[in-house]
């Protein structure tokens, strides 16, 4: 499984990926805001840190706008994966994009038959928010799980299932057991996954009692 960041937070970005283990970048409109930046500076910016897929998302809700927004933003880097809600129109915009050579990640996808959709659009991912169908009491999981199941039954679909709205390291194990392709996420929770307190302690003692022999490595 592939680990991207869910950020447009360029110091983030950039500390997390020094770790080598981030293969792409999603963004959506409420984090480029967040960011503070205007949309093609940043997302310049994370291409030239992050190799591999970056998601910059339409904004527009209809097909030919979307085209217009994907257009330019396709110019910024080859890197660039164009992100479309899943609408009618976002799905045509996918099918146009995909058929033209570009990566599309569809996303907002909260039932399988939308990632089903998705994939006969030609998406390269599909983004189901199983955070957000948890906050209503809804099971984020087994909805991976049908994607899983659903796009396995059809060898020929190559659309990767990317897990979005990922709140914590539990989320984690259990889309890797599932078998997405890709999990995103917040720079907290890829913290959260090498973080463990037994770590911290094990190496406080391995490093006490070394300093009591004088030795060293260099
Ligand atoms: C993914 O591409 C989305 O940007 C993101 O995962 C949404 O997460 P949220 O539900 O925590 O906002």
Not at 34 to 62: D, L, R, W, Y
Request: hydrophobic residues 45%; proline residues 4%; aromatic residues 6%.
């Amino acid at each position: 499984m592939n680990f991207f960041l869910d950020s447009a937070d360029i110091r983030e970005i950039r500390d997390l990926a020094d770790s080598g283990l981030i293969s792409g970048v999603t963004t959506n409109p409420s984090l480029i805001t967040k960011s503070g930046q205007e949309i093609k500076k940043v997302i310049a910016e994370i291409c030239s840190i992050v190799e591999g897929p970056i998601s910059a998302e339409v904004t527009a809700t209809t097909y030919p706008e979307m085209m217009q927004e994907a257009a330019v933003l396709t110019q910024i880097s080859e890197q660039v994966t164009i992100k479309v809600p899943l609408t009618f129109d976002g799905l045509k915009a996918c099918k146009t994009l995909s058929d033209q050579g570009t990566m599309v990640n569809v996303t907002l996808c909260f039932s399988a038959t939308q990632a089903l959709l998705a994939a006969r659009a030609g998406a390269a991912f599909i983004s189901p928010f199983l955070g957000r169908l948890d906050d209503i009491s809804m099971d984020g999981l087994q909805l991976i799980r049908d994607i899983r199941l659903i796009y396995d039954n059809y060898p020929e679909i190559e659309t990767a299932i990317l897990a979005a709205s990922v709140r914590h390291p539990y989320h984690v194990l259990e889309v890797a057991k599932i078998g997405a392709d890709v999990v995103t996420l917040p720079g907290k929770t890829f913290r959260q996954l090498y973080n463990h307190p037994l770590t911290d302690q094990g190496l406080e003692a391995f490093l006490k009692d070394w300093k009591t022999t004088g030795q060293t490595i260099l």
